[in-house]
């Protein structure tokens, strides 16, 4: 994996394209390390991608023997689970950018993003029940949320491979781009999310994460205890002057 920044995006690529970008098993530490370093550094937005025309085959489990024991497995799954939560659970805006195959582990990693674009090759598949496996990386949690329960479960099920063009009809991504013009359009969508304020929307995306876990009641205290913290911060006050001199907001994060 490697990472490059563009001003206040940071790009981070699976480099592992000879095994389609699949994920060894140390490489869910370094995940998880890039991801904590992003929510820790002044980079506003988070793209994830993959090198080679595939976006990621998931565990790598070619050649790697799994753990022994069934406490080093446990172990192993909850390095997995540890970058599942930070990706889910960072505070800033992410995006994954899908070319071919998002399947497993992979297909989660993108769902785990707020926002997935893909390339009309791209193809998605819970594989998981087609190798022995139940789902992880989070996609029990993910997927019913994206694409409803009977749809998750049709998907988990069957393990099928999902096409671009279903993908997108099932809302599994946002919109479909030609191969050439993804990374861009990443760029794009994720220069939109810099223009917008850091503190806002923090509270905006712990308020939708949750949104299917709280009542109406607290949903709305939710909002009233947060919208009175967004008030008092120093953004808030930029946001009213340039709306009011009619120029762009020069945001602090605080």
């Known amino acids: 994996m490697h990472i490059e920044d563009h ?15 699949a994920i060894p098993p140390e490489g869910w530490d370094v995940l998880h390390s890039h991801i904590t370093e992003f929510e820790e550094s002044s980079q506003r937005v988070l793209v994830i991608t993959g090198a080679g025309g595939e976006f990621c085959a998931g565990a790598d489990l070619s050649d790697r023997p799994l753990p022994s024991s069934i406490a080093d497995r446990n ?17 800033k805006p992410t995006i994954a950018a899908v070319d071919g ?3 497993g582990a ?20 819970e594989i998981f029940a087609k190798r022995g496996l139940t789902v992880d990386f989070a996609g029990t949690w993910l997927l019913p949320r994206m694409v409803g ?19 997108i009809a099932i809302g599994l991504c946002l919109e479909l781009v030609n191969k050439d013009e993804l990374l861009a359009r990443a760029l794009e969508i994720a220069r939109g999310f810099v223009d917008a304020a850091p503190v806002a929307q923090l509270f905006i995306k712990q308020a939708l994460n949750r949104s299917f876990e709280l009542s109406l009641e607290e949903a709305l205290s939710y909002e009233g205890q947060s919208q009175a913290i967004c008030h008092s911060s120093e953004d808030a006050r930029e946001g009213i002057r340039a709306f009011r ?10």
């Open 101 to 103: 195959i998002a399947v």
């Open 149 to 167: 329960l009977q749809r998750a479960k049709e998907l988990a099920l069957s393990g099928r491979m999902v096409p671009a063009s279903e993908a």
């Open 106 to 125: 992979g297909m989660n990693l993108a769902i785990a993003c707020d926002v997935v674009i893909a390339t009309h090759e791209a193809r998605f598949s």
């Open 245 to 254: 001199e009619k120029r762009p907001p020069e945001w602090v994060g605080r």
């Open 75 to 91: 172990q192993l799954m909850q390095r997995v689970g540890a970058a599942a939560s930070a990706l889910v659970r960072t505070t």
């Open 7 to 21: 001003q206040s995006v940071r790009m981070l690529t699976l480099d592992a394209p000879e095994r389609m970008n």
